[in-house]
């Protein structure tokens, strides 16, 4: 199926040679990304006052998509670090001049979202880390192990990951930011955790370094900065590379979507580690108890998740039930 039939579906982009990268990045991923965003609005609420007044939900989500930043900014890292005669048998020279060119280092994440989950967490950053390695969720291993993979058959395909993750938090990412930041300052009760979690804005944006960027704009400099570096390496890819690159993004997306839905189950069952000052609120419990404030399409998407689901398990009831019928029958002939 293609995306626009089936935005959650495995896809191959169709190539517009007339069209910019990151146009071809746009047009072919705007089924998934309305997927992605419709099931990321359909949560966040819950995640914020007056549903709850703690960071605890937030934070657990935060937990479940540090990995994949982390993932592939140490990849990209670990390329543009190669020396050259590393790169001459490990990568394409014009594949490693466009990832070197792209690379800006005020725009990379993962210290910044370790920094956050060491305030929200109140743990030290080694911590962190450790428990960032053993993170939870089939589907967020999966994203990983295809991550390493593709990357290291196909490193240019980072330049997807770079678009995709970092203009999230450019444009959606402002305004989610906001909710964090009215939430942070109404409800939240976190003690000044920046000393030991490596803080770089001095408590300013405790717990939200993520949603951050350094400098007077804001960030707005470090995008067009980044756009602008895409436009200087178009030319070093060729058509193959570029529609790798396309066919990668929709894939993030894809799995993207993914491990938002394992959220559900995660948070469910209380698999990966809150606070230890925090006891857990039941996920169905806050979703039974706030669900009037919830969208329609949102209510019946939950529903229909809840019904896949058990009719899923009824299946399997009456698999094992008539298995163990024929095998009475048998016995009584």
Same mark, same amino acid.
């Given at each position: 199926m293609t995306p626009e039939q089936h935005p959650t579906g495995t896809a191959t982009a169709s190539w517009e040679p007339e069209k910019s990268l990151p146009q071809q990045?746009?047009?072919?991923?705007?089924?998934?990304?309305?997927?992605?965003?419709?099931?990321?609005?359909?949560?966040?609420?819950?995640?914020?006052?007056?549903?709850?007044?703690?960071?605890?939900?937030?934070?657990?989500?935060?937990?479940?998509?540090?990995?994949?930043?982390?993932?592939?900014?140490?990849?990209?890292?670990?390329?543009?670090?190669?020396? =050259?005669?590393?790169?001459? #048998?490990?990568?394409?020279?014009?594949?490693? @001049?466009? *990832?070197?060119?792209?690379?800006? =280092?005020?725009?990379?994440? #993962?210290?910044?979202?370790?920094?956050?989950? @060491?305030? *929200?967490?109140?743990?030290?950053?080694?911590?962190?880390?450790d428990e960032l390695e053993r993170s939870d969720g089939p589907k967020l291993f999966e994203f990983l192990e295809h991550l390493g993979q593709i990357c290291a058959v196909k490193p240019h395909v980072l330049i997807a990951y770079a678009w995709v993750m970092y203009m999230a938090l450019f444009n959606g990412g402002r305004w989610i930011r906001a909710q964090l930041i009215a939430a942070r300052e109404s409800s939240w009760d976190m003690p000044d955790f920046s000393r030991l979690s490596g803080g770089t804005d001095n408590g300013a944006s405790l717990g939200l370094e993520f949603w951050h960027f350094s400098g007077e704009q804001d960030g707005d400099d470090i995008k067009h900065e980044f756009k602008a570096r895409l436009t200087d390496i178009e030319s070093l890819l060729s058509v193959e590379q570029r529609q790798d690159i396309v066919e990668e993004a929709i894939e993030i997306f894809r799995r993207c979507a993914l491990l938002v839905e394992e959220l559900d189950d995660v948070v469910a069952s209380k698999s990966i580690l809150l606070p230890a000052h925090v006891d857990p609120v039941p996920w169905l419990t806050l979703l039974l108890k706030h669900i009037v404030l919830l969208g329609m399409a949102e209510l019946l998407y939950l529903l229909k998740r809840w019904v896949a689901k058990s009719q899923w398990y009824a299946s399997i009831m009456i698999h094992w039930m008539s298995r163990g019928s024929g095998y009475r029958d048998r016995k009584t002939k």
């Amino acid at each position: 199926m293609t995306p626009e039939q089936h935005p959650t579906g495995t896809a191959t982009a169709s190539w517009e040679p007339e069209k910019s990268l990151p146009q071809q990045i746009n047009v072919s991923t705007r089924p998934s990304h309305i997927h992605l965003n419709r099931l990321i609005l359909a949560r966040l609420p819950l995640a914020l006052p007056p549903l709850t007044s703690s960071p605890d939900l937030y934070t657990v989500g935060l937990q479940h998509f540090a990995p994949v930043y982390c993932a592939f900014e140490s990849v990209w890292e670990d390329i543009i670090g190669l020396q =050259p005669l590393e790169t001459s #048998s490990t990568i394409d020279h014009k594949v490693f @001049s466009a *990832l070197k060119h792209l690379y800006i =280092p005020e725009i990379l994440r #993962s210290d910044r979202v370790r920094a956050d989950l @060491s305030s *929200l967490l109140q743990r030290p950053l080694e911590v962190v880390d450790d428990e960032l390695e053993r993170s939870d969720g089939p589907k967020l291993f999966e994203f990983l192990e295809h991550l390493g993979q593709i990357c290291a058959v196909k490193p240019h395909v980072l330049i997807a990951y770079a678009w995709v993750m970092y203009m999230a938090l450019f444009n959606g990412g402002r305004w989610i930011r906001a909710q964090l930041i009215a939430a942070r300052e109404s409800s939240w009760d976190m003690p000044d955790f920046s000393r030991l979690s490596g803080g770089t804005d001095n408590g300013a944006s405790l717990g939200l370094e993520f949603w951050h960027f350094s400098g007077e704009q804001d960030g707005d400099d470090i995008k067009h900065e980044f756009k602008a570096r895409l436009t200087d390496i178009e030319s070093l890819l060729s058509v193959e590379q570029r529609q790798d690159i396309v066919e990668e993004a929709i894939e993030i997306f894809r799995r993207c979507a993914l491990l938002v839905e394992e959220l559900d189950d995660v948070v469910a069952s209380k698999s990966i580690l809150l606070p230890a000052h925090v006891d857990p609120v039941p996920w169905l419990t806050l979703l039974l108890k706030h669900i009037v404030l919830l969208g329609m399409a949102e209510l019946l998407y939950l529903l229909k998740r809840w019904v896949a689901k058990s009719q899923w398990y009824a299946s399997i009831m009456i698999h094992w039930m008539s298995r163990g019928s024929g095998y009475r029958d048998r016995k009584t002939k």
